[in-house]
């Protein structure tokens, strides 16, 4: 249940500070959350990117640069499969999607044990685009991450074309723009770095420039950013493509657009669907998707509407202070509600990151 009393945002920040580092692993890995039992074990490249960014932007440089230490070790561990995926491509035999590379490694860098909707491109850009970002901060060293930048800047270029699953671990037929989107900062994270070669560096400009024109073309109906190539429909995590991503400019009129569709479809009193159709736990409001929202209009200059994501974010919050993934005030479809909980039991809580989401937020509307 959400907490009875208001929360300072202060408070909370230094909460969901605190509870990060303490979940931390000795490896480095970021828990997806600690306790829920799909998750449990597992980090997530997309997820723990997106986490040490809001690390990062807090100051929280250890933290940050022992997740990218990890997952530096976690590319290494996988380089022959990588090896063997760009070789089988560019030998116009590609592997099959259950040899490309996971979504999830346990945390000593291991595939694990339990079956996942395991191919996923985006969390392989979104780690490069948080080193970048990362990098760009503080000014850290990037030498010892140059072999896995390498490494997966290869795989994405020989590969980013590739249906896959979604954000959500569905729909594996589709080309995602979320997705594309993500390898598109990614790469053009990874040239900024200067560890690549002159061959590699240019097979990444042009490969994230023929994303991004896919996206502005293909990945756009009537005006506004869509859920995957030839769809119609929206899904609320487009907006990060516009911040923190940058791949559309926030002032672009296709990012206006993609905003107030996602409004219009998507949100409820502050608090965002993924997608309409959603029937994950009856398809519930995510804080972590109206904080995408939030920076977008941050982004855009509109304090106002970014302060009221930030507030609804804050809202959902346990007396414990834990951030859930989702909350069920207002429920796509509670017919299947009980299907999840039965499968997996109640929603995770805490996720880190929710807090991350909330974090990268609250640090922008503190500047």
Request: charged share 20%.
């Amino acid at each position: 249940m959400p907490s009875a009393a208001p929360v300072t945002l202060d408070h909370l920040v230094n909460h969901s500070r605190a509870l990060i580092t303490s979940l931390q692993t000795a490896e480095g890995a970021y828990p997806a959350s600690p306790e829920f039992s799909a998750y449990r074990g597992y980090c997530w490249f997309r997820d723990g990117s997106f986490i040490a960014d809001a690390m990062s932007s807090w100051n929280d440089v250890a933290s940050a640069e022992q997740f990218f230490d990890w997952c530096a070790a976690a590319i290494i561990t996988v380089e022959d499969d990588v090896n063997r995926v760009v070789a089988a491509q560019a030998a116009g035999r590609p592997v099959p999607d259950e040899e490309m590379l996971p979504t999830r490694f346990t945390f000593d860098h291991q595939r694990g044990s339990h079956d996942w909707w395991d191919f996923q491109l985006d969390g392989y850009g979104t780690w490069l685009w948080a080193l970048g970002a990362h990098v760009a901060r503080h000014g850290s060293a990037v030498a010892p991450y140059s072999q896995a930048i390498k490494l997966t800047v290869a795989y994405l270029v020989s590969s980013w074309h590739r249906p896959c699953y979604d954000w959500w671990e569905e729909h594996v037929e589709q080309r995602h723009v979320s997705t594309l989107g993500c390898v598109a900062a990614g790469l053009s994270a990874a040239i900024r770095l200067n560890v690549l070669d002159d061959e590699l560096a240019s097979q990444a400009e042009a490969t994230a420039s023929e994303i991004t024109h896919l996206i502005r073309t293909q990945g756009v109906h009537d005006g506004h950013l869509v859920k995957w190539i030839g769809s119609t429909d929206v899904d609320a995590s487009l907006a990060s493509l516009i911040e923190p991503l940058q791949v559309i400019d926030a002032n672009d009129p296709i990012a206006i657009a993609t905003i107030v569709a996602i409004e219009e479809m998507l949100v409820h009193d502050g608090g965002t669907h993924r997608y309409l159709g959603d029937t994950f736990y009856g398809g519930g409001l995510w804080p972590l998707l109206s904080c995408f929202l939030g920076l977008a209009h941050h982004a855009q200059g509109n304090e106002h509407a970014a302060h009221y994501y930030e507030r609804w974010a804050a809202s959902t919050v346990t007396a414990q202070l834990d951030m859930p993934e989702q909350v069920g005030t207002h429920l796509l479809d509670p017919s299947h509600l009980r299907e999840w909980t039965d499968r997996w039991g109640t929603v995770a809580t805490p996720l880190l990151w929710s807090h991350a989401m909330h974090l990268r937020l609250a640090k922008e509307l503190s500047c």
